[in-house]
């Protein structure tokens, strides 16, 4: 079996590089191992997304930025044989736009969409989080990022368990 990492952004405004939290789930053998959220520092104090994530700038203030973050992050990305995320092309995104920002080399971990799996594999219109882990009967704190990233992992974990394999 596989070991993935479920991963979900939350950002400040609209710059990929304002990371302001961050979810993490590890899965081996369909298994959750560890389940984390970090809050990150944005190099801005701008903050547009208050209303979507209920995080401001007082939150993340004194949080470590993501370049400070990233000698843990770093590893459990390069240590997945793939990364997990819901509308995973804005995921990639913005962690190749944290690392740039940052000259930090981005782990060549493959990126899966559950947005695309939930598609193929169930046939789920519209394909938003919360429509998905309605279908699966998934609990879900839309835009935490720590259970966003929890429920991508369940996602994958029951297409597995039906048969699906990446």
Not at 20 to 30: F, K, N, P, R, Y
Not at 44 to 52: A, D, K, L
Not at 61 to 71: K, S
Not at 91 to 109: F, I, Q
Request: glycine share 4%; charged share 20%.
């Amino acid at each position: 079996m596989s070991t993935f990492l479920a991963i979900d952004f939350e950002t400040a405004n609209y710059y990929r590089d304002s990371a302001c939290a961050v979810g993490l789930t590890l899965v081996q053998d369909d298994r959750v191992v560890r389940s984390e959220q970090h809050l990150i520092r944005p190099p801005s104090r701008w903050f547009t997304f208050t209303y979507i994530h209920n995080l401001t700038w007082d939150d993340v203030a004194a949080a470590p930025t993501f370049e400070e973050l990233w000698p843990v992050l770093g590893k459990q990305l390069s240590a997945a044989d793939y990364l997990v995320a819901h509308n995973a092309s804005f995921d990639n995104s913005v962690l190749k736009a944290c690392c740039g920002a940052y000259n930090l080399e981005r782990p060549n971990t493959p990126f899966l969409c559950t947005v695309q799996l939930a598609r193929s594999q169930w046939g789920i219109y519209p394909t938003k989080l919360p429509d998905v882990c309605d279908h699966l009967d998934i609990s879900l704190n839309h835009h935490d990022a720590g259970s966003d990233a929890a429920a991508c992992a369940q996602i994958v974990i029951e297409a597995q368990r039906l048969g699906w394999s990446p």
